[in-house]
């Protein structure tokens, strides 16, 4: 079987920005949200954006942060 076109590509992808680097969201179409309503992943060292873009790739809509409990 041979497969024509280009690769899949991840959501999540580590892209240099104009200031440093960013976590892209292809779904989004800008810097991915690092929870929800809160700070984008953007001017990030390229370490960073990489280690980011490993944790919204593994984590499944699962938030990064754990909650504090009530």
């Keep these: 079987m041979e497969f024509i076109g280009r690769p899949m590509r991840g959501r999540f992808l580590v892209r240099q920005g104009g200031n440093g680097w960013m976590v892209y969201d292809s779904e989004l179409k800008g810097p991915a ?9 953007e001017k990030l060292t390229k370490e960073q954006a990489e280690i980011l873009a490993k944790l919204f790739t593994t984590r499944e809509n ?8 009530a």
């Excluded at 949200?33 to 992943?41: H, L, M, T, V």
């Excluded at 699962?62 to 409990?69: N, Q, S």
């Design 62 to 69: 699962r938030p990064l942060t754990k909650k504090a409990p």
């Design 33 to 41: 949200q690092i929870e929800k309503n809160g700070a984008f992943a």
